[in-house]
Nanobody, 127 residues
Framework: QVQLVESGGGSVQSGGSLRLACAIY????????IGWFRQTPGKELEGVAA???????YYADAVKGRFTISQDNAKNTLYLQMNNLKPEDTDMYYC?????????????????????WGQGTQVTVSS
């Protein structure tokens, strides 16, 4: 059974940094689309960043230049380094993954199947 477990959320002041981690259990991640999403209750889910099957990363405009997505295959873990955080980054952050092959992280974020989701980790940024 595949499980994704996020960690690393917390409360920081504007301009601060956090690193989220998404540990993958029950599946040896390698060359599959995986990414980060965020959502505030009552609002639509927003794709933040993803890595496609070719290893290319894509970032939403709102986080480009501030967030970095990376993976450690040896640890079966996905990361999201978040720098220069802003109050508008406050959200519940989720990682998601699919075992199918996608060649475009941008397309996968918006339209691709996400078969597995983590439980989320809260990020709160105060001004």
């Amino acid at each position: 059974q595949v499980q994704l477990v996020e960690s690393g959320g917390g409360s920081v002041q504007s301009g601060g940094s956090l690193r989220l981690a998404c540990a993958i259990y029950g599946f040896a991640y390698s060359g599959h689309c995986i990414g980060w999403f965020r959502q505030t209750p009552g609002k639509e889910l927003e794709g933040v960043a993803a890595i496609d099957s070719d290893g290319s990363a894509y970032y939403a405009d709102a986080v480009k230049g501030r967030f970095t997505i990376s993976q450690d295959n040896a640890k079966n873990t996905l990361y999201l380094q978040m720098n220069n955080l802003k109050p508008e980054d406050t959200d519940m952050y989720y990682c998601a993954m699919d075992q199918s092959i996608y060649r475009s992280a941008a397309w996968w974020l918006d339209y691709g199947r996400k078969s597995y989701w983590g439980q989320g980790t809260q990020v709160t940024v105060s001004s």
